[in-house]
């Protein structure tokens, strides 16, 4: 999925089959389909904690844009490019809200 | 299911149930709850053929085969041509050997593989690392192989600190906190080891090495410390330091089985690691390579008091 197909409206779910455990400076994804160790910095695993909480890309973005201090244009367009990677390695599926 | 024996004792976690004897497996005195039951096969072909599916493979370069590790419908094989073969039920509650007949120490692979991977298979978390007591808790040392696990264990032994493991720890997230199992109480001194003084009861096999049974501790320790030890060219300044932000890479290569990969197992192995970061004082010991292994420990003891 390109990041311009996506939509902020969209609810990101993190699958059965992957689990993620916080670290200081890592966050560990475990994809138990394939095996495969994923690895995020602490502002990925920030990202990802505020999607398993609220789901919704757009309440996420807001979210960050408050945490961050950053214009919320900026915080949507990074969750995209985050999202649209975490979709591909099958770590997180998107449905409608 | 094969009835268990009357004889057998404690390592990794596991209560080892046999109707043979096995050199230097002696119960400890808490009765753990997984019970394995070891048998020995006379007829090689019991074990059945070897699986293709293979995962893992040692050999030297042009060598023939050391060990193969397959996994199979009934569980994991290991068939190794100089020290015998084994099968792990899937559950890891059976371990039925074929041990091979012209070895002085029949049992190695018992302790250095089957077990091991019985112990992952039932809940446990299996390190590369040897492990001593200091104070009635537990420290694990953990490195590449050849890296001096064992020699600076045995330093620190005789600094004064108890046996716990040696190149194989089991460790379990307990709701208090991480604990440290006794591992088998065998040793695999070199001949200089030996020199050196390995403190031990008896020796119970001779191949490359000495194998050797020293007294243990009598049951599962908190785990207060991990050591990452790496080795430095002879002559650099020791450095070690403490890490509060572990690398989870470091965790999950530091394990000693990788052939169990079960969704469960990798679930209990990440928990136990996260537990680990959160709770275990982590150290990163960067000593030089050193004739002296006493000037290692005394060393690296202020750091684990």
């Known amino acids: ?97 | 299911m094969a009835a268990h024996g009357t004889r057998g004792g404690d390592a990794f976690g596991l209560h080892i149930s046999s109707a043979v004897p096995v050199p230097g497996l002696e119960p400890l005195p808490r009765h753990p709850e997984r019970m394995v039951c070891l048998r020995v096969a006379h007829d090689h072909g019991a074990l059945g053929r070897r699986s293709s599916h293979e995962i893992l493979y040692r050999a030297g370069d042009g060598e023939p085969p050391q060990m193969l590790i397959d996994r199979r419908p009934g569980g994991y094989g290991i068939w190794s041509p100089r020290a015998g073969r084994y099968l792990i039920s899937a559950d890891g509650t059976e371990i039925v050997a074929a041990l091979p007949q012209r070895s002085s120490w029949p049992w190695e692979l018992l302790f250095a593989q089957a077990l091991p991977i019985a112990a992952a298979i039932r809940g446990l978390e299996v390190l590369h690392a040897s492990a001593v007591a200091i104070d009635g808790a537990a420290i694990a040392i953990t490195a590449a192989s050849g890296h001096g696990k064992s020699t600076l264990a045995a330093a620190l032994i005789r600094g004064g600190a108890e046996f716990v493991a040696d190149d194989v720890v089991a460790l379990e997230a307990t709701p208090d906190g991480v604990v440290a199992h006794p591992g088998a109480p065998i040793v695999n001194a070199s001949e200089e080891g030996l020199a050196r003084g390995v403190a031990h009861e008896r020796v119970v096999g001779r191949t490359a090495k000495h194998h050797v049974v020293v007294r243990r501790v009598q049951g599962s320790l908190p785990l207060r410390a991990l050591v990452f030890l790496e080795r430095l060219p002879a002559g650099s300044r020791a450095r070690v330091v403490r890490v509060l932000d572990v690398d989870p890479a470091w965790l999950l290569g530091s394990t000693f089985v990788f052939v169990v990969r079960a969704p469960q197992r990798l679930v209990r192995q990440l928990d136990i690691h996260q537990a680990i970061a959160a709770s275990v004082r982590v150290l990163h010991a960067r000593l030089p390579w050193t004739e002296d292994p006493q000037w290692l420990a005394e060393t690296l003891t202020p750091h684990l008091l």
Request: hydrophobic share 40%; aromatic share 4%; glycine share 8%.
């Open chain 1, 1 to 97: 999925m390109s990041t311009s197909e996506m939509s902020l409206d969209q609810r990101a779910v993190i699958p059965e089959h992957v689990v993620h455990r916080a670290f200081a400076a890592e966050t560990v994804l475990l994809n138990l389909q394939t095996g495969k160790y994923h690895g995020l910095n602490p502002s990925g695993g920030r990202m990802l904690e505020l999607i398993e909480r609220h789901g919704t890309l757009s309440v996420v973005a807001d979210k960050l844009s408050e945490i961050y201090s950053r214009p919320l244009e900026q915080m949507q367009a990074d969750l995209r490019v985050f999202c649209g990677d975490l979709v591909s390695r099958g770590l997180i599926t998107l449905e409608a809200a």
